[in-house]
């Protein structure tokens, strides 16, 4: 077996030419048919796969693994799929979030504990993505980003519907006498009709948008629909460009820098992407030791204007944007205004600018010019503070009922989202369309694990009565496929002792997105009485990883990552133990 010169970091498992030290390794991956060839110093790919039939969104990409390894093997690669753990949004209790750190620690321990050179990242549901990214980044070694693709668009009594955001619509209709059961169950299957994460801009296809607005994923790579061939013609192409990456030594420390995440977030204004992505992208920050803090999300977005017109904001979905040129047309127009910092590195091995310069559109419906937006400039995602939210809040403006926008009402406060649950569909519910629907107990510690559940539907009485939207106050998230008044991620939550475990029902509240405010009219010495009061409710785990999740995770303006977390490790060959 013959040797290259050039000496891998997986050639400190394989390259040992006489003796046991690299038979031991080399004999039990032939146990697969290898050949000795496969040895001969050549870059060793892993690709990290969250394949999972419990994770629909992700149960395709086994076959998108196969174009990555055919990629691998035309460039002289020796490519290696592994399993990372599926967190789907769209099954796990209570929430995928809860799993996401574990999902990181558990991809950047593999990466690092193999004997790999390179590693492309297969992600797919909204988790996955910023998980693998985490992890990734924490070992820094050669990475490529692979996300799954979209599902083909929704048809329903023909028109199109999103995944999510008509959930929450035809909930509305149903408890409203709009709609029947039977007919949601025939539209339930309308939605979800192909492979594919949400063809809404949720969470999942915003992270996979900013994957691709970091420069960490092929060009226009974010919107091939999942059963589209050209998904699996471009994991072919980040098969083969992993190879050479390996050779660049080109790593996720030098794409994702800070220009990359600004770059990042001003296009996922652009797009009028998920709130979650202030959390993903500031989770990720933390491990590349980038600066990057809440503010920095309202600063760097507001000169930039909502140009896609895609559910839930407005009226397409992810299919549309595709064929009308998908991100990299977006990324255009900013770079064009001045709006994007053309220059930031991409696994290409280019700048994203060189990237996108030969970006068309092809339906401005979809994609609009910067100078005719869906929404204008300073109407995206707002970060709020005061009173009730000394550390942030967060408001999707693109989403939410401009008449609400500045508004004061009475509190109503229910201590966890069952609690309102409960007692929503009842009649004689005290609650006015004016009143301000407080939520908490639902942050990364509370519940735990920080789930979507901030948007809680409408009173039953009220929709009936004709209203369709109210001010919703809390301390968890809200599926990107949402839409509402709702202020999210307020922090520090309720169940640390934040301010907004101190409110009670029939305080005075008052939302002031364009002055960044959200205030509660309750003077400070009687905050701190009820403060002084306060007991913190007991903790959801004894043992196990709830536990340790509860100990050590950070706040949403942290990113909920956990604190010993944070930083990357880095890539060194760990010792042998044969």
């Not at 080399?26 to 000795?36: D, H, K, P």
């Not at 009594?157 to 008509?166: A, I, L, N, P, Y």
């Not at 050779?247 to 995440?261: G, I, K, Q």
């Not at 009308?324 to 290409?348: F, I, K, W, Y």
């Amino acid at each position: 077996m013959a040797i290259s010169d050039e000496v891998r970091r997986s050639q400190a498992w394989f390259g040992a030419v006489a003796g046991r030290s690299g038979m031991i390794y080399r004999s039990w991956l032939r146990n697969q048919g290898y050949g000795a060839e496969v040895f001969d110093g050549r870059p060793v790919i892993g690709i990290a796969s969250t394949w999972s039939e419990l994770a629909p969104c992700n149960a395709h990409l086994n076959r998108v693994a196969e174009s990555v390894k055919r990629g691998v093997w035309q460039a002289g690669g020796f490519p290696l799929e592994f399993p990372v753990m599926a967190t789907g949004e769209t099954l796990m209790r209570p929430t995928a979030m809860l799993y996401r750190n574990l999902l990181a620690m558990q991809a950047e321990e593999l990466i690092r504990a193999n004997p790999l050179d390179g590693v492309v990242l297969l992600s797919g549901c909204d988790k996955t993505t910023p998980g693998l990214l985490m992890g990734a980044a924490s070992v820094d070694l050669p990475a490529i980003m692979v996300t799954g693709g979209p599902m083909l668009n929704g048809k329903f009594r023909g028109e199109d519907v999103g995944s999510g955001t008509h959930v929450w619509k035809f909930e509305e209709d149903l408890k409203a006498g709009r709609m029947t059961q039977e007919e949601c169950f025939v539209a339930e299957g309308c939605m979800a009709r192909s492979n594919g994460h949400c063809m809404t801009m949720g969470t999942a296809s915003t992270m996979a948008c900013m994957a691709e607005a970091l420069g960490m994923q092929l060009p226009g790579s974010a919107t091939w629909p999942a059963v589209d061939a050209r998904r699996f013609e471009v994991a072919q192409q980040a098969g083969r460009r992993i190879v050479a990456m390996v050779d660049e030594d080109l790593r996720p420390s030098a794409v994702m820098t800070r220009a990359a995440f600004e770059n990042a977030i001003r296009a996922n204004a652009a797009i009028g992407g998920s709130t979650n992505a202030i959390v993903h992208l500031t989770a990720l920050a933390g491990r590349l030791g980038v600066e990057l803090g809440l503010d920095d999300f309202d600063e760097l977005a507001r000169p930039v204007p909502t140009i896609v017109d895609l559910m839930p904001s407005g009226r397409f979905l992810m299919e549309d944007f595709c064929y009308a040129g998908g991100l990299p047309v977006v990324l255009r127009e900013l770079a064009e205004a001045g709006l994007l910092d053309g220059d930031a590195h991409t696994v290409t091995g280019q700048s994203i600018g060189a990237n996108v310069a030969a970006a068309e559109c092809w339906n401005r419906e979809v994609i609009r010019p910067l100078a005719e937006p869906l929404q204008e400039a300073g109407t995206g995602t707002a970060v709020l503070r005061g009173n009730l939210a000394p550390g942030g809040a967060v408001i999707k403006q693109s989403a939410a009922s401009p008449g609400l926008l500045t508004h004061t009402g009475r509190a109503v406060v229910f201590d966890t989202p069952e609690d309102y649950h409960a007692v929503c569909d009842d009649p004689d519910l005290d609650i006015a369309a004016d009143d301000v629907i407080v939520i908490r107990g639902a942050g990364p510690r509370g519940y735990p694990g920080m789930p979507e559940v901030a948007n809680v539907p409408i009173p039953t009485k009220l929709l009936r009565a004709g209203v369709t939207d109210m001010v919703r106050i809390c301390d968890g998230r809200m599926s990107g496929t949402g839409y509402g008044t709702v202020v999210l991620h307020v922090t520090p939550e309720a169940a640390v002792g934040g301010p907004l475990a101190f409110v009670r029902t029939g305080d005075t509240v008052t939302l002031d997105v364009p002055a960044r405010s959200l205030t509660v009219d309750v003077p400070d010495d009687e905050l701190e009485r009820r403060r002084a009061a306060w007991k913190p409710p007991e903790p959801a785990h004894a043992s196990g990883y709830g536990w340790l999740y509860t100990q050590h995770v950070l706040q949403a303006d942290q990113g909920a990552d956990f604190d010993f977390l944070v930083g990357a490790r880095g890539a060194a060959v760990p010792r042998e133990s044969h």
